[in-house]
């Protein structure tokens, strides 16, 4: 018999400034259930978990909870736990200065007759919740002495103890190594078992098969499916995603074609890893080549990337630039050495909003000459307008506030920074994400212009058809692991095949 269904969401839409985030979007949670929400990133899964939770309005559309009448709308996060719907991230949010029946029991202490905290009792009801759920720990004791998976498992034990019906798990196993994650899991069939619908946000897809029974996958805003776990096998699921079926699209690169036979490597690594985010792996590259990265959100492909360009630490191996052995500790110091890194997320990490587009462009540049040979403004200027027009930037002038412009115009001026350094490598992770068809095809035919004057260039998309448009091989990676190199078979099936792990019928 089917489990009753608890939450519906039909027709949700929601824009941001440009951007249609949701179009439409219909999700239904059933009661004992465990449910994947999937899709890259810009999807529109955080968005619509926000629909829900009240952190955003949403504009169209309505939800309903079992239990409670006509359509309801949350417009604050303590409104839809008051309704039974629950979200516990991956960075736990309690306080760990207070012991874990405090944390608990914040807002909802148990009283004594003349209104004080009734420690023991709180301590009692603390310790009675965690042996239900099999977790053995002292409740008098700090949050903070415990591991992240154990603050997780209190944050969703506080959750069911406010007796939610819909439990949300956004991204929830991310910082846990598998025993942890075994764990998890075990406390999550426990609470299906009870009832509890569980909306599991994930990227790993060996967790999707080992703990859930329906999957949810949205592209761009919009609603792919909703699938039985059984019907939706690897490679079909990584299709949906990424928006390809086996269409074999051969590599349009023509007469850009550059030929590496006799070129020298760039950079030569061994061995490089970063606890936590990425196993030991071996990587080369050679000057005039583009190396694609691939592999779905959270396989390692940014922080592969990152731990060659010393944003984060490599704590083991060693790397050769030039034939050279060095050890790159910092950012500053993949500069001098001729490296870039245009980053994922521009909003964070990429632009300086305050700043103009002129500034925004010289940067790195001035970071790469010092604090003390400062680029002129007359220079400044030239440069700026230089790249504005290389790049077709639309802005009504260079001292316009970057802020202002659009998202794909944000990417050229990051873009322009880069190219403004001159560099020998660059990293380019997601360029052309959110932007439009006619600046994509610039920025692929500018990557294979830059390859042709023999810069070398590692390109990550989640885009299969712009990768095999531009990259001569490509390295793919999953859940952290370089699982292995493509070459001579760079076709859009032999890839997803690789992302998947080669496994079609499961």
Same mark, same amino acid.
């Given at each position: 018999?089917?489990? %009753? $269904?608890?939450?519906?969401?039909?027709? @949700?839409?929601?824009?941001? +400034? #440009?951007?249609k985030a949701l179009d439409h979007v219909d999700f239904t949670l059933r009661q004992g259930e465990i449910h994947a929400l999937m899709g890259e990133n810009g999807a529109g899964k955080s968005t619509l978990i926000k629909c829900l939770t009240g952190i955003n309005a949403f504009e169209s559309g309505e939800i309903r $909870?079992?239990? @409670?009448?006509? +359509?309801?709308v949350n417009h604050s996060t303590l409104d839809a736990q008051k309704k039974g719907i629950s979200t516990v991230y991956q960075e736990v949010n309690l306080c760990p200065n207070l012991s874990v029946a405090e944390n608990l029991f914040i807002g909802r202490e148990p009283r004594t007759k003349i209104g004080t905290i009734n420690r023991r009792e709180m301590n009692t009801r603390a310790a009675a919740i965690m042996k239900e759920l099999q977790i053995d720990i002292d409740v008098t004791e700090n949050l903070e002495n415990f591991s992240l998976a154990i603050q997780q498992m209190i944050a969703i034990a506080r959750a069911v103890d406010m007796e939610c019906k819909v439990l949300i798990l956004d991204e929830p196993t991310s910082s846990l190594d598998d025993h942890e994650v075994e764990k998890l899991f075990i406390l999550m069939n426990k609470l299906k078992a009870q009832g509890v619908g569980i909306i599991f946000v994930t990227h790993f897809l060996e967790q999707v098969y080992a703990v859930c029974d329906r999957i949810t996958v949205l592209r761009n805003g919009q609603l792919v499916g909703e699938y039985p776990i059984a019907d939706l096998p690897r490679v079909k699921l990584v299709a949906a995603m990424m928006g390809k079926d086996f269409d074999d699209l051969a590599s349009i690169k023509g007469d850009m074609a550059v030929d590496l036979s006799h070129a020298d490597y760039y950079i030569e690594a061994q061995g490089l890893s970063h606890k936590g985010t990425i196993k030991p792996f071996d990587f080369t590259i050679k000057k005039g080549e583009v190396v694609g990265l691939t592999g779905l959100l959270g396989s390692g492909r940014t922080e592969l990337a990152r731990v060659l360009y010393g944003a984060d630490k490599a704590q083991t191996g060693t790397m050769k630039v030039n034939g050279k052995e060095v050890k790159i500790n910092a950012p500053i110091e993949a500069m001098q050495l001729g490296m870039g890194l245009l980053p994922d997320d521009r909003k964070a990490e990429g632009i300086i909003a305050d700043l103009s587009v002129r500034e925004n462009i010289i940067l790195a540049m001035q970071a %790469?000459? #010092?604090v003390f040979r400062q680029i002129s403004m007359k220079e400044q200027q030239e440069i700026a307008d230089k790249y504005i027009e290389m790049l077709s930037i639309k802005t009504a002038s260079r001292e316009t506030l970057i802020r202002q412009l659009s998202g794909g115009n944000q990417q050229k001026v990051i873009l322009a920074r880069w190219l403004a350094t001159d560099p020998d490598f660059l990293i380019l992770d997601e360029p052309t994400r959110g932007i439009d068809i006619g600046t994509k095809t610039e920025i692929q035919k500018l990557v294979l212009k830059l390859a042709k004057e023999g810069k070398s260039i590692i390109f990550i998309s989640s885009e299969i058809e712009e990768m095999l448009r531009t990259c001569s091989r490509m390295v793919v990676l999953r859940d952290g692991v370089k699982v292995g190199e493509l070459t001579d078979e760079l076709t859009q099936n032999h890839v997803m095949q690789a992302i998947a792990g080669g496994d079609t019928d499961e």
């Open positions: 018999m089917e489990n %009753k $269904v608890i939450l519906t969401m039909r027709g @949700i839409s929601m824009t941001f +400034p #440009g951007v $909870v079992d239990g @409670i009448e006509g +359509p309801v %790469k000459q #010092g």
